[in-house]
């Protein structure tokens, strides 16, 4: 399916690959950039915008034009300051070389290469993204989206030689955005399906990532059949792809080695691959449990299974969801301790695809041990939860707190009840328990994650790192230093 849109509301269209003369500067000191509500022009997206989307398709290449940058309705400076407002991105490549299986890695690359504009804030992947373009990068001249096409083009191009033409379309109209949605959602669930149909013992090696360590340094996503990335784009599939045709790049693979716990999931070979890329932080980790030592997270996972103590229980809730979950606090209050590179044994990012995995955190009992989900989530893997739990996970519209949790749970003798006595017996799993008393106020806490592996950009393409930092200050003076013998 192409963009199709009204063409009186076409607005502009660009050629060129050259290096165009941006108004703003490109780079990876960028990475990490946060923007505040205060500091920001305008915002794309997030969870006030029900439709957006970004997404990379393949092409023929006669379907397409080098070069092309397509605007469809009002760009940056006809949207009023301080405005929240939907946004479709299209990228449209092709190349010999470029397989369909590339489309999720690429597409994971948006976020990164608009990370790296100056004064541009990317979060998240698909149908969920969030950006933010800053009042001073507007002053300086990026007032129009086209902007971020011709960057796109010109990151896409620098990095992947394999891409011989480059189309990106735009699109702020919300009639355009409203029409695409669907063919996008698809596309998506064919990439998921199509994953779905190996099992980890199929292969003999698994994918990692290491795309987001520039803001979790410790972090490496390890991508199975069964375990898709945590950001929900990159399919074992992608992850194949993107080290073929990338072989230095962010994926890479990982020999198995041997299986030491094939219930929770604990292999020799990524435990080795995953102390060298974490300089030695994580020895081990279980793909198929939310406890020990579990997956770790980056601040890019669409949802967070996390672990109710109360009922001895794994609940789920995802980025979308607004207001208080079943255990009080909200998706940003416990994002703050899934997120960060680190392991956080009750804590975990996950992808809603792995929801449908057979192995989803099968050592913890799976879907019986899942205790409340939200509704949206619940009907859109439905056909995934076995039969016998249907009706007996919860959702918001059921159960809106511990004590309704607890006597629905008992009402419909859900299998965790057989648990509660059991527990009471036996050690109960260790879990970051500070974590349901600390939640800060919401108003402080920001809508989405912010890793607790900040690098700050200070120029000449140098980044600081702070591994697990927490700095507060009361005060900062900053006094110019005096000149060596004046
Ligand atoms: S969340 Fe994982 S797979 Fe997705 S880009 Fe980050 S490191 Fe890669």
Known sequence: MLLECDPSKLRIETIGVEKPNFPMDIGEMYEGERIRRPDMQVEFGGVDVPKKWEIVLTRKPEEIEDGRVILIGPDLNELKQGGTYPLGILVEVAGEKV?????????????YFLNYIEGVMHLNQRYDIWIRIGKKVYQKGLNSLAWLGKALIWLYKQSFPVIEKIQVSLTTDQQTIEKFYPYALEVWAARDKR????KDEDVEEFYGCVMCQSFAPTHMCVITPNRIASCGSISWFDARAASKVDPKGPNFPIPKGECIDPIKGIYTGVNEIISKKSLGSIKQVALYTSFETPHTSCGCFEGIAFYIPEVDGIAIVHRDFKGPTVNGLTFSNMAE?????????????????YLRSPKFLQADGGWE?????????????????????????????EVKNIEELKSWLKSKNHPVVKRWKQVAEEKAPEVRKEAFVEAAPAELVPATVVPEGLSVPIGGGFIIIFKNAKIVAEKVIIKRAEKVGK
Do not use: C, Y
């Open 369 to 397: 041990r899942i205790v409340w989900i939200p509704k949206a989530i619940k009907d859109r893997v439905g056909d995934s939860i076995p039969q016998h739990m249907k009706d007996l996970i919860p959702t918001e519209q």
């Open 337 to 353: 301790h899934t997120s960060g590179g680190t392991q956080n044994p009750g804590f975990n990012g996950i992808a809603i695809e």
């Open 99 to 111: 397989e369909k299986d590339l489309e999720g890695v690429l597409e994971r690359r948006i976020h």
């Open 195 to 198: 994953a779905r149909e190996l």
